[in-house]
C-alpha cells in the first residue's frame, strides 16, 4: 500500500495508460479522482475501481480550460479534502507531415498536451502549498519529446515542453516539498496507437532492444514508483520507460 491515505488526480483516465495508472493507484491505497472529458470511459474506470472496494471518483474535465482544470481540483478537494498527487497524462495526437498541417491541428494538440498541463498543475499546486505537506506531479512527455518523430510536429513539441514544465517545476516547487517529474514512455499499446500504421508500429516493435511495444501497466508501475516515497528523492527527472527504444 504505498500510496496509502493519498489522494490522486489523474487526467485521461478514461482509457490507456491513465485508466491503467489509476487502478494501480487505487490498488495501492489512494483514493483516485479519474478526470477525463470521456463520460462514458471516465465513470467506467471510477466503477471498475470501486468494485475492487478501493475509493475513486469520476470528474468530468477538459484540461484545456484553465476554469475546467480549476473545477476539478475544487471537486477533488472538496469530496476528499486534500490533493498530493497530480498525474497530467491527458493527452492527443493528429499526425501529419509539417507542410500538411492546418493550425487547428497545431493549436489543438498545443491546447491539450502542453496548456493543459499548466493548466491542471496552477491550481493544484496552490492547493498543496495551501495544505504545506508537499507533493508529487508528474507529467506525460515520450520518447517523442526526447528525439521528435516524423509527422508529429506539434506532439513533438508539446512533449518536449512537457520536460521544460518538469525541470522548471522541480526547482520552483521542490523547496515547498513538491516533487515535479516526467515519464517518457515508448510506443506502448493504446487507443492512441490504434491510429499509428501497422507497419510504423511493426517497426517500433523491432527497433525495441526488448523487441515489443508497451503495455499500459510498464508505465503505470513507473507512475507509481515516481509517486512513492520510495522516490522521495528524484526531482525533475524524465524516467525513460521505452524498452531501450531511440527514435
Ligand atoms: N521517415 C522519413 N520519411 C517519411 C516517414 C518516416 N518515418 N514517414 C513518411 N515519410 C515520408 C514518405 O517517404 C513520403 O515522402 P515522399 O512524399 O517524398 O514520397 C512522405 O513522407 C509522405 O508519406 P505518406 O504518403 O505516408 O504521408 P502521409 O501524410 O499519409 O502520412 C505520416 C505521413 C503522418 C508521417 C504517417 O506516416 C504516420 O502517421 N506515421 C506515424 C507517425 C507516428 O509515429 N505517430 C505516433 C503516434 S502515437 C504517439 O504519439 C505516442 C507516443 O508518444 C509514441
Ligand atoms: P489514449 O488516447 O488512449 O488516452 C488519452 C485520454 O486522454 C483519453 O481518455 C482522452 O479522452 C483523454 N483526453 C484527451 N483530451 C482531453 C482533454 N482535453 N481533457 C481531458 N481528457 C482528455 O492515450 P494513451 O496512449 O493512454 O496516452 C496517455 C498519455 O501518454 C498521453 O499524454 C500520451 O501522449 C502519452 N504517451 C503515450 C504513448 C503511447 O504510445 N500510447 C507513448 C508516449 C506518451
Do not use: H
Amino acid at each position: 500500500m504505498r500510496l496509502k491515505g493519498k489522494v490522486a488526480i489523474v487526467t485521461g483516465a478514461a482509457q490507456g495508460i491513465g485508466a491503467k495508472t489509476a487502478k494501480v493507484f487505487a490498488e495501492e491505497g489512494a483514493k483516485v479522482v479519474v478526470a477525463d472529458y470521456d463520460a462514458e470511459g471516465g465513470k467506467e474506470t471510477a466503477e471498475a475501481i470501486k468494485d475492487t472496494g478501493a475509493e475513486a471518483m469520476f470528474v468530468q474535465v477538459d484540461v484545456s480550460s484553465l476554469d475546467a482544470a480549476r473545477d476539478m481540483v475544487d471537486e477533488t478537494v472538496k469530496e476528499y479534502g486534500r490533493l498530493d498527487i497530480l498525474v497530467n497524462n491527458a493527452g492527443v495526437t493528429a499526425d501529419t507531415l509539417l507542410t500538411k498541417m492546418t493550425e487547428e491541428q497545431w493549436d489543438k494538440v498545443i491546447d491539450v498536451n502542453l496548456k493543459g498541463v499548466f493548466n491542471c498543475a496552477k491550481p493544484a499546486t496552490e492547493q498543496m502549498l495551501d495544505q504545506d505537506s508537499g507533493g508529487v506531479i508528474l507529467n506525460a512527455s515520450s520518447v517523442v519529446g526526447l528525439y521528435g518523430n516524423v509527422g508529429q510536429t506539434n506532439y513533438a513539441a508539446t512533449k518536449f515542453g512537457v520536460i521544460g514544465l518538469t525541470k522548471t517545476w522541480s526547482k520552483e516547487l521542490g523547496p515547498k516539498g513538491i516533487r515535479v517529474n516526467a515519464v517518457a514512455p515508448g510506443f506502448v499499446e493504446t487507443p492512441m496507437t490504434d491510429a499509428v500504421p501497422d507497419k510504423v508500429l511493426d517497426k517500433m516493435a523491432n527497433q525495441t532492444p526488448l523487441k515489443r511495444l508497451g503495455d499500459p501497466e510498464d508505465i503505470a508501475k513507473a507512475y507509481l514508483y515516481l509517486a512513492s516515497d520510495e522516490a522521495k528523492y528524484v526531482n525533475g527527472e524524465v524516467l525513460s520507460v521505452d524498452g531501450g527504444l531511440v527514435l
